[in-house]
């Protein structure tokens, strides 16, 4: 890879992406698939939930969404057919770190949805007879969050474990959505909506060079400083919590500390969350579900940024079963290290290696991952790349992983009627 510069108009190479900074300052991302018909487009801003004014979280949540209910010379309507006309389909939202909007289209129609991006980016009339329309769809998730208590527990764990900013609700909260007026709104986008530090990656049916004129036309005209995002702190572990909720089932979940994106263990705990996840072999299944019928479902991911890494367990089991239920799955974590047999791990191997490529062949899926790769790396890695690195992975490596992040002292949370502090089980 030649690293791209930062003068504006810089061209470079990425294996089959092309990189170029807009004269605005917008990163852009492309690449031409050839094998498509369609063109998919993901653009990220920096901004989202962790830098949310205090009294106003979720308002992030608002803002993108009123994005698209209308732009300068086009009603909420009238934008809408727009989309509709060209077969467009569009998504805006707002996350903890950034702003994102995703397209979907023909190649022949992309110009037009490319014209509709920047619209909804630059000159969004966030419209005030919209406002509380949004706000009663987002209080509608809030309120409706107990109705779905696996993910209600989840939102509360990462509450107490991730630190704050990071630890606010991605929901939002139910009185500052209330409090939200589109003064709020056009503060923010003014504060937060900037070219500086944002990411246009496009994939498909397209002509690199093509787009880079296109994309210079359209943005030109967007300007704004560079988004600081909050530095990511300690995260909170070896404690136990509990949530009272009258229901027949009761929800555990439990956090703690993996690989962040670019650790040398990165790779490792992908196949570490294969081998005790990846389907109907996967070792918790096996142990707590298969074996011991201990609970109805069970499953372990790895998540990581660029600022943290982490493995989340959910099972969903009765109170009367929950505490063997996490003892097992606290045991089986434990043991891992130094017990992973080659069938397991080659199976784990030959599953990843499946969902990546699977997960990459859309137009889609490339603008996304690109996308994703350069808001972490500053470069994007070509599937080779990925493909190698998973392959230079065996069980000593996967050991090696378990060593420097071990599942002790994870934080834990159930809900439900059974508090297993009460049984003097906190360790």
Not at 35 to 56: F, N
Not at 65 to 80: K, M
Request: proline share 3%; charged share 25%.
């Amino acid at each position: 890879m030649r690293e791209s510069g930062h003068a504006s108009g810089a061209s470079t190479e990425n294996a089959n992406v092309n990189v170029h900074i807009l004269d605005c300052g917008l990163t852009l991302l492309v690449e031409e698939m050839a094998s498509v018909r369609s063109v998919a487009y993901e653009l990220l801003i920096p901004g989202g939930i962790a830098l949310d004014h205090p009294g106003k979280i979720g308002a992030s949540h608002i803002l993108a969404e009123l994005t698209s209910r209308g732009v300068e010379g086009l009603s909420a309507r009238e934008l809408s057919d727009s989309f509709d006309l060209y077969g467009i389909r569009h998504s805006e939202s707002a996350s903890m770190r950034r702003f994102g909007y995703r397209g979907l289209c023909l190649g022949e129609h992309f110009s037009k949805g490319l014209e509709l991006l920047s619209r909804l980016v630059l000159s969004p009339t966030l419209p005030e007879e919209h406002v509380s329309a949004v706000q009663a769809l987002y209080l509608q998730d809030i309120l409706g969050l107990r109705d779905q208590p696996s993910r209600w527990a989840s939102v509360e764990l990462d509450k107490v474990y991730f630190p704050e900013p990071y630890n606010r609700s991605s929901l939002g909260e139910e009185e500052d959505i209330r409090s939200v007026t589109r003064s709020d709104l056009l503060n923010l986008w003014r504060e937060q909506f900037s070219p500086i530090g944002s990411i246009l990656s496009v994939a498909g049916h397209v002509n690199f060079s093509e787009v880079v004129q296109w994309a210079e036309k359209l943005f030109s005209k967007w300007s704004g400083k560079e988004t600081a995002l909050p530095a990511f702190g300690q995260v909170t572990t070896a404690q136990r919590l509990h949530i009272p909720y009258e229901s027949a089932q009761e929800q555990v979940v439990l956090r703690c500390k993996g690989p962040q994106f670019g650790d040398e263990h990165y790779y490792a705990a992908k196949l570490v969350s294969q081998i005790l996840s990846g389907g109907m072999f996967g070792r918790l299944f096996s142990e707590v579900r298969e074996k011991r019928g201990l609970c109805y479902s069970v499953s372990l991911r790895h998540s990581a940024s660029d600022e943290y890494g982490s493995y989340f367990v959910y099972a969903g089991t009765t109170p009367e079963r929950v505490a063997q239920t996490l003892h097992v799955i606290e045991q089986e974590l434990e043991r891992l290290a130094g017990s992973i047999t080659g069938d397991e791990f080659h199976r784990a191997k030959a599953n990843l290696k499946a969902l990546l490529v699977m997960g990459e062949e859309s137009s889609s899926s490339r603008a996304s991952s690109n996308a994703s790769d350069w808001w972490m790396l500053k470069r994007v890695r070509s599937l080779l790349e990925i493909h190698d690195a998973i392959d230079q992975v065996d069980i000593a490596a996967c050991d090696a992983c378990l060593r420097a992040y071990p599942f002790h002292d994870p934080l834990v949370l159930t809900l439900g009627v059974k508090d297993l502090r009460d049984e003097g089980n906190s360790r």
